[in-house]
Nanobody, 126 residues
Framework: QVQLVESGGGLVQAGGSLRLSCAAS????????MGWFRQAPGKEREFVAA????????YYADSVKGRFTISRDNAKNTVYLQMNSLKPEDTAVYYC???????????????????WGQGTQVTVSS
């Protein structure tokens, strides 16, 4: 069992930056692949970024590539999403998710993740 708590969301102007954090409970955090997803009002939940259990592999949606960076600190049981050059279309509730033994091709698929946080709101004003 893993419990996830996101933080770091807020209101920022276009072009600004935010860093989201996702703190995980449990002693086996380092075994989990982690992902960030987002959901805007009236839209489906979409993949943003993911990172393997070791941190050695990262994956990004095309819409955030070059602007967002996912990282993890297994000693702190935390995964991060650094978001730079934010755009109004990045406005959404951002969720972190965790799963064991997740294949690379499944990293971007929401239903493949067993554990989810409650989400944190990110609002980018134009």
């Amino acid at each position: 069992q893993v419990q996830l708590v996101e933080s770091g969301g807020g209101l920022v102007q276009a072009g600004g930056s935010l860093r989201l954090s996702c703190a995980a409970s449990g002693r086996t955090f380092s075994s989990y692949a982690m992902g960030w997803f987002r959901q805007a009002p009236g839209k489906e939940r979409e993949f943003v970024a993911a990172i393997s259990w070791s941190g050695g592999s990262t994956y990004y949606a095309d819409s955030v590539k070059g602007r967002f960076t996912i990282s993890r600190d297994n000693a702190k049981n935390t995964v991060y999403l650094q978001m730079n050059s934010l755009k109004p279309e990045d406005t959404a509730v951002y969720y972190c998710a965790a799963d064991l033994a997740l294949a690379a091709q499944a990293m971007g698929v929401p239903v493949e993740y067993d554990y989810w946080g409650q989400g944190t709101q990110v609002t980018v004003s134009s």
